[in-house]
Each structure stands twice: as C-alpha cells, then as structure tokens.
Nanobody
C-alpha cells in the first residue's frame, strides 16, 4: 500500500521561499497523479496544485499560480512543491495526495500526514 510523507514545512518570511517534498513508499508513484492541498485554520481543505502521472501536465489554483511550482521525480518516488514569494495567507497545513484509477474506474487515493507552513515576519 502506498504511503506518503511530506517534509519541508516550517516558518518562512513573506517573500522568501520554501520547498515541500512528498516521499512515497510501498508502491511506485508512476501511475499516480499527485495533488497538493492545504488547510488553513477554520477553513476547508483546498486543492492548490496537481501534476499528472507523467509529469507533463500541471495545474494551479489562481491564488498560487505564478508563485508555486509542482514537480515530480518518478525515479526517486517523490513530488515537490516549490513555494516562492509566500504570503501570510499561505499559512496552512499542506498535504500531498496520490490518486489513480484502476481499469474499472475505481479511485485509489492516499494522503500524507501533512506539514505545517507558517508565513510570518
């Protein structure tokens, strides 16, 4: 069974940079699309970025487009989220998510435990 572990969270100043990583074990990530989500205090979890299994296709929510970059290295079984020019409103717990569908269309979804990112001066 696939297991995901996020790392790289912490305190970052506005305008700085931070790189989150999502490491997978138990199965290869090759067949999974990766999503990055975040949940701020008192708010619902929101999807902010995703990358296809091949890494060719990426997408971002408007609030992070141009500042965050998602990438993956299937050989290393990892996915990253580079956060540039973070803002205080980016403060949240960040989660990575891996999802694939079998030949019947049934989804298989796995979550990491989350990593806290605090943007503050």
């Amino acid at each position: 069974q696939l297991q995901l572990v996020e790392s790289g969270g912490g305190l970052v100043q506005p305008g700085g940079s931070l790189r989150l990583s999502c490491a997978a074990s138990g199965s290869a990530l090759d067949y999974y699309a990766i999503g990055w989500f975040r949940q701020a205090p008192g708010k619902e979890r929101e999807k902010i970025s995703c990358i296809s299994a091949s890494g060719i296709y990426t997408n971002y929510v408007d609030s992070v487009r141009g500042r965050f970059t998602v990438s993956r290295d299937n050989a290393k079984n990892t996915a990253d989220l580079q956060k540039n020019s973070p803002k205080p409103e980016d403060t949240a717990v960040y989660y990575c998510n891996a999802e694939r569908r079998d030949s019947w269309g049934r989804p298989y979804t796995y979550w990491g435990q989350g990593t806290q990112v605090t943007v503050s001066s």
